[in-house]
């Protein structure tokens, strides 16, 4: 057999795993801390809206009949359309809600066809839906896709498509 031989490198490796364990012990218990703050923190990721503001569809009106693809326009008072992921007060992007209410205001909107998020921050959209009834609603988000404090969100039209 040939002795190791044992380098500096070694030597140092050793002593640096050694300083390293605490750091590491440190660096766990910091994370189960750091991910049980952030449960504690949930309420903050909630972006609150101030008084008065509404969401409305200015297109179609309740009641309308339309012929598919047709064009939805949001419309917006007493607050500014941002892009999803960017954290400005008194902002929020577009949620296009299809035949689903609103269940959840607390937790992020999910995406799905019932549920359309214009995270460019869109102000307007074209839709294809099947011929029939279906009723529609808006809901804004904030930059997380999470429903303001109080929600902001329009009135549910019933449209039917021809
Ligand atoms: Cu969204």
Excluded: C
């Excluded at 009106?61 to 007493?78: H, N, R």
């Excluded at 904030?142 to 303001?148: D, E, F, R, S, V």
Aim: hydrophobic content about 45%; charged content about 15%; aromatic content about 4%.
């Amino acid at each position: 057999m040939v002795a190791m031989k044992i380098t500096w490198i070694e030597v140092l490796m050793k002593q640096v795993r050694w300083l390293m364990l605490p750091a590491l012990v440190g660096s766990i218990v910091g994370s189960i801390v750091g991910s049980m703050d952030v449960l504690g923190a949930q309420a903050s990721l909630i972006s609150t809206a101030p008084e008065g503001a509404a969401l409305y569809f200015i297109e179609p009106v309740d009641g309308a009949t339309v012929q598919s693809p047709f064009v939805v326009k949001f419309g917006l008072k007493g607050m500014g359309v941002a892009p999803a992921g960017i954290d400005i007060a008194n902002t929020g992007h577009h949620h296009l809600l299809v035949n689903s209410p609103l269940v959840d205001e607390s937790t992020p909107l999910p995406t799905s066809d019932q549920v359309r998020h214009f995270g460019g921050g869109q102000t307007e959209a074209e839709i294809s839906l099947p011929k029939g009834t279906h009723q529609l609603q808006l809901v804004l988000g904030n930059y997380l896709h999470i429903p303001h404090d109080p929600a902001v969100k329009s009135p549910t039209i019933t449209i039917t498509v021809r």
